[in-house]
């Protein structure tokens, strides 16, 4: 095992997507829902979660809420953050980057093309 990765999203079809390709690739998948949810995953396991994959558009705090946080949070913000969302709009792409985002990914995408990003992050 290389790691945890925090998931999160609201999908639940996604998140058996992505747990397959995150586990082939020798990693622990943990799970949030939103952004809340995801805070306190993390509160648990700051010291073991190496990468949080994000979705954008969730219920109670969305994704770039949660990129913020992690972001401002002197704990947290050595976590790489990568966006896979619909939002194709190019000023929110820029809008995540800014914020610190390591990486952005639009749904649909290829799960090979999501490990490859996972491992360009944290090797």
Not at 36 to 46: R, Y
Not at 69 to 96: D, F, G, Q, R, Y
Request: aromatic share 4%; charged share 25%; hydrophobic share 50%.
């Amino acid at each position: 095992m290389k790691g945890k990765i925090l998931f999160v999203d609201d999908s639940p079809v996604i998140k058996k997507i992505i747990k397959r390709a995150i586990e082939a690739a020798d990693y622990v998948l943990l799970e949030a829902s939103d952004g809340k949810e995801a805070l306190a995953v993390l509160s648990k396991e700051v010291n073991d979660v190496r990468l949080i994959l994000s979705d954008w558009n969730m219920p109670v705090m969305n994704g770039f809420d949660l990129l913020k946080a992690v972001k401002s949070n002197a704990a947290l913000k050595h976590i790489p953050v990568i966006m896979i969302t619909t939002e194709a709009e190019k000023s929110n792409i820029n809008k995540a980057i800014q914020a610190g985002a390591a990486n952005y990914m639009l749904k649909p995408f290829n799960t090979e093309d999501l490990v490859k990003k996972v491992l360009q992050c944290i090797g």
